[in-house]
């Protein structure tokens, strides 16, 4: 087989930046095409009358040690000066009716204030924390699916050493299943547990290994934020000699006898490829550009039958004095709330500014509400309905931080709302679905990189795998590269 040389890129988001660098570290000439004037994807963030408003960063797995760290520091994601900021909170919640919760991102520390709170259910809590600190010996693979030596599983069986029985036990659990099993009786802690990770049929192994990394300050958040970390990899993809073509909206793949020659725009020019990587979103390439016999079966069960993440409405709020929060996020939990046409069952007020002077100017703060809405609830909205829609929940907020913060309102300069609507007019994502998939107790493997009848053609980021986020996207423009290389017996390089 011949190297392909020329690989066309659908989509600037990290996966498709990470698919571009690693081209380009192994001798292939990418070209990226992304229908957006700029890179980046969900992982942006935008500048409204000096405030910064952060779309996605909130932590990133990998910040410290294991394979995703190795492929943060390949592409420029964390260099020497890159700050790595782990709060000592992981989230507070409010609730109207049981108080305070605060989950710590120190196990230990934690562990002693959950034993303070529900005394009775020590054992419990010492087990569910035992268990999320063993997590961290679950390391990602390096090498792509079906590119794995048995030499590689039993390294990994090694490295996890008593996690295995954890991981058998529990992969096929829920959250719920998880504070059943381990016996906890404490009615206000299981409240909290529920009202955090009990609702939506939520991985068990998800819980434990989200606090499990945080608690092995391995999942930081890095200071300057999304826009920045977008930067930094476009930079080394442009440095590398990669090319970008922006405005540029794919609309129809080139197929001839089952091989993806090149892509389509909808401004009607044609790129041609050796190999085409699809970066861009998953439900568009398959269930409306490409003819159905493409179409492998499983694909078309998931995403008929998997469950999604529900899509979030973010409102930046700039304020021009300093708001002091003792945290830099807080939950608050509500019952028989509507904010716009959503009925909500709580709402996060993250402080930008408490960690980081790139959101606001000094002596002024940038806060973030955040609340999920349905798909549903946006679909259809259009023209002056979503213009009334965003007015009601402009309201509805100045209401909400005037209550928490008294006095506040004569003080905000800027309140920007970025709807679901506002997600797929940027990035295209399926229903709004940030991170694609929910990992449930029956939705954890992923999906494969390939259809089975179309040659030349890979797809990579988060529709591929439940749970999404920025990791495993970056790491499958990783994979695509190493097999491109693979089949031809050459050497994958990643410096
Ligand atoms: C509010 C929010 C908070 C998040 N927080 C975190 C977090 O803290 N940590 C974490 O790990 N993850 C987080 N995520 C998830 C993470 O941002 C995504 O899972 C990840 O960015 C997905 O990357 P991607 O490259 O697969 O897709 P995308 O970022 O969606 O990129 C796809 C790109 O393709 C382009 N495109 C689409 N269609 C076309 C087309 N037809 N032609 C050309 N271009 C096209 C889009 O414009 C876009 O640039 C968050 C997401 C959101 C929305």
Redesign the pocket.
């Known amino acids: 087989m011949q190297t392909p040389k020329e690989i066309i890129i ?7 930046l990470s698919a571009g660098i690693y081209a380009q570290l192994n001798g292939f000439n990418a070209t990226i ?4 004037d700029k ?5 942006t963030a935008w500048d409204r009358e000096g405030y910064r408003f952060d ?7 990998g910040t410290d040690h294991g394979t995703y760290h190795d492929i943060w520091k390949e592409l420029d994601v964390i260099t020497d000066e890159v700050e790595v900021i782990n709060h000592r909170i992981f989230v507070k919640l409010v609730d109207p009716k049981w108080g305070e919760f605060i989950i710590y991102n120190d196990l230990d520390e934690w562990e002693e204030y959950l034993v303070k709170l529900a005394p009775s259910d020590k054992r419990a809590i010492h087990k569910m924390c035992q268990m999320m600190r063993k997590s961290d010996r679950l390391d990602q693979f390096e090498d792509p699916p079906g590119m794995r030596s048995l030499f590689d599983y039993f390294k990994s069986f090694v490295r996890m050493g008593s996690f295995f029985p954890i991981l058998i036990w529990y992969g096929q659990k829920n959250c719920n299943e998880l504070f059943d099993s381990l016996g906890f009786e404490d009615e206000r802690l299981l409240h909290f547990l529920h009202q955090l990770f009990g609702g939506q049929d939520f991985s068990a192994l998800g819980f434990l290994m989200m606090l499990g990394w945080a608690h092995a300050k391995n999942a930081g958040y890095l200071k300057g934020g999304s826009l920045e970390m977008t930067k930094r990899m476009a930079n080394k993809f442009k440095a590398l000699g990669g090319k970008f073509a922006f405005e ?4 129809k793949l080139l197929i001839h006898n089952d091989q993806v020659t090149g892509v389509q725009l909808e401004d009607h020019g044609i790129y041609y490829g050796d190999h085409i990587i699809w ?3 998953g439900h ?1 390439l398959l269930f409306d550009l490409l003819p159905d016999e493409f179409v492998d079966a499983e694909f078309k069960e998931a995403y008929q039958t998997w469950p999604l993440f529900t899509p ?1 409405v ?1 409102v930046g709020i700039g304020v021009n004095k300093e708001i002091n929060t003792d945290t830099h996020n807080t939950t608050y939990l509500a019952e028989g709330l509507t904010i716009g046409s959503t009925s909500v069952s709580g709402y996060s007020i993250m402080n930008r500014s408490s960690y980081d002077p790139i959101f606001s100017p000094k002596g002024k703060t940038a806060l973030q509400l ?1 609340f999920e809405s349905p798909w549903s609830v946006w679909e259809n909205l259009k023209g002056e309905a979503y213009v009334q829609e965003k007015q009601q929940i402009e309201k509805d907020i100045r209401a909400i931080v005037e209550k928490h913060f008294p006095g506040i309102t004569e003080h905000i300069e800027v309140i920007d709302i970025a709807t679901p609507q506002t ?1 797929v007019r ?4 399926w229903k709004g679905a ?3 998939f929910m990992p449930n107790k029956d939705v954890l493997n992923g999906l494969p990189m390939e259809l089975s009848k179309l040659k030349n053609f890979s797809m ?4 591929l795998f439940p749970g ?4 495993p ?1 970056a790491q499958s423009g990783k994979w695509v590269i190493h097999k491109l290389k693979h089949e031809t017996h050459e050497k994958f390089q990643t410096t």
């Open positions: 659908v989509g600037g988001g990290i996966a498709g095409l992304e229908m957006h890179p980046g994807g969900q992982l779309y996605c960063l909130h932590w990133l797995v540029k909206k794919v609309n970066a861009a979103d568009y979030v973010m955040q997600t940027y990035t295209g994502v940030y991170e694609g990579v980021g988060q529709w999404g986020g920025l990791p996207s």
